[in-house]
């Protein structure tokens, strides 16, 4: 059963560049939720997938979008990047059916390392 | 603003002993709540959530639950080396989005 999968797993780029990191969910599942970790910090939320339509969002500006595709898996796309932008991104799936008896278990890829310098 | 409060520790327990692991929430429609581990460098994993109030075991684990007073903690029993971690709390209502505590540093003394 395989699970949640990330790629790249490290990323340098430098202020003002574009980046896309990518997540495919586990097995089975169908809404992908995307996090900004920071060093120290627990996961941000940044925004939510679900039949290829932003479901949630979080409070991030707009130069972070994402994308789903009919395969569920996902894309995030920072914009204009910034030394703030620096963190460790994290993808993490879940099966939407289950959010009605509130156990919305999620889980998390390995993460995407991102240094923006 | 929904919050997710823990104390960032270090929390120092001797191996052996039980942990505990403590963290209060701000929004009152937060139905179910979440203890993640995470070590250093690693992406977060889940190790038990709870929805009902009360005490939930799994295995060396116990979570527990007070809607009223807003409070989540988590007990490790028979604490072990390998349970030195960094210990995120989260909470979720039915809007999906799940928020997280900045975690708590959890050293377990050999």
């Known amino acids: 059963d395989a699970g949640v999968t990330q790629s790249p797993t490290h990323l340098i780029k430098t202020r003002g560049q574009q980046v896309t990191l990518r997540c495919s969910p586990k097995s089975g599942h169908d809404t992908v939720s995307w996090y900004q970790q920071a060093l120290g910090q627990g996961p941000q939320f940044i925004f939510q997938y679900y039949e290829e339509e932003e479901r949630q969002r979080g409070n991030f500006p707009d130069r972070f979008s994402g994308h789903q595709f009919p395969n569920y898996s996902s894309e995030l796309n920072v914009n204009a990047l910034l030394l703030g932008d620096s963190a460790l991104y994290l993808c993490a799936s879940s099966l939407a059916e289950t959010s009605a008896i509130v156990n919305n278990e999620q889980f998390f890829g390995p993460g995407t390392r991102l240094t923006v310098l | 603003q929904k919050e997710v409060e823990q104390n960032s520790g270090p929390l120092s327990v001797p191996e052996g002993a039980i942990a505990s692991l403590n963290c209060t929430y701000s929004?009152?429609?937060?139905?179910?709540f979440f203890w993640y581990r995470q070590y250093s460098g690693k992406s977060p994993e889940l190790i038990m959530f709870i929805y009902s109030n009360g005490d939930k075991e799994d295995g060396r684990f116990t979570a527990q639950l007070n809607k009223a007073s807003q409070y989540v903690s988590l007990l490790i029993r028979d604490s072990q080396p390998s349970d030195s971690a960094t210990y995120l709390c989260a909470a979720s209502n039915r809007d999906d989005k799940i928020i997280f505590g900045k975690g708590t540093r959890l050293h377990i003394l050999p």
């Open positions: 929004d009152r429609g937060s139905q179910s």
